[in-house]
């Protein structure tokens, strides 16, 4: 292992922090949580070499993470992750202003006032229910089907929406059909929610429905 460690001296460019902060040079730690290995400097550095919220764009200017004003954007959604349960989970960064347990929010894709009562936050299997989080901190919370990846959400004082998340052009294709034709609605229903989560684009030829589509993904792994 040691003489592992002497490669990386060898292979590995000098740390030049102005470079990382700049996106030029990109930090890699090695070690093993297995084996408690490079965890403690992995941990102490983490910190200090992370870049503090940066400002986002949005349809009335750069929003900066230091507005007194709630806001964030979803960029994931994750089904079933708690196996006793069908949940759905909305992940999202806040992008600026202080969130509270049970504060009510502005969804600006849905066009209306909700509140978030039981925001968690998730390390590994565990989750725990979150009172207050800040710019930069990402929490999860339950969706019945209303939140999409680019959703706003914001104060209900100023309204606003970010700039969508960059999609890419899919390379893979295939078309989809229901094994069973008795369970089109359950087919549908979960196409639907795959497609939600962003893990594939669903295309549909004109004139033809959904008893069979064209589902379109960028890698061979999803």
């Known amino acids: 292992l040691m003489e592992d460690i002497e490669h990386l001296d060898i ?3 000098e740390l030049d922090l102005e470079k990382v902060k700049s996106g030029e040079l990109t930090p890699v730690f090695f070690g093993s949580a297995l084996t408690n290995f490079g965890v403690e400097p992995f941990l102490e550095h983490f910190l200090e070499m992370t870049t503090s919220p940066l400002p986002r764009n949005s349809s009335i200017g750069e929003i900066n993470p230091f507005d007194d004003n709630f806001s964030a954007f979803v960029f ?6 708690n196996k006793a349960h069908r949940d759905r ?10 969130f509270e347990k049970g504060e009510d929010v502005y969804h600006m894709q849905g066009g209306k006032k909700i509140k978030l009562a039981q925001p968690q936050q998730f390390m590994a299997q565990d989750r725990e229910i979150v009172e207050e989080a800040y ?3 990402i929490i999860g919370v339950f969706d019945p089907g209303i939140f999409a990846i680019g959703d706003t959400l914001c104060a209900p004082s100023k309204k606003f929406k970010f700039e969508g998340i960059p999609t890419f052009a899919p390379e893979h294709f295939a078309r989809v059909r ?7 609605k359950q087919f549908v229903k979960g196409v639907t929610q795959i497609a939600q989560e962003g893990a594939i684009q669903v295309f549909r030829e004109l004139f ?3 008893e069979e ?3 379109g993904v960028v890698g061979v792994l999803q």
């Open 11 to 13: 292979a590995g460019d």
């Open 76 to 81: 994931k959604i994750q089904a079933n992750m």
């Open 89 to 98: 989970i909305a992940f999202m960064r806040i992008c600026s202003g202080k």
């Open 135 to 137: 710019a930069g901190d």
């Open 178 to 184: 229901p094994v069973d034709t008795m369970k089109r």
């Open 208 to 210: 033809i429905g959904m």
């Open 213 to 215: 589509i064209i589902v």
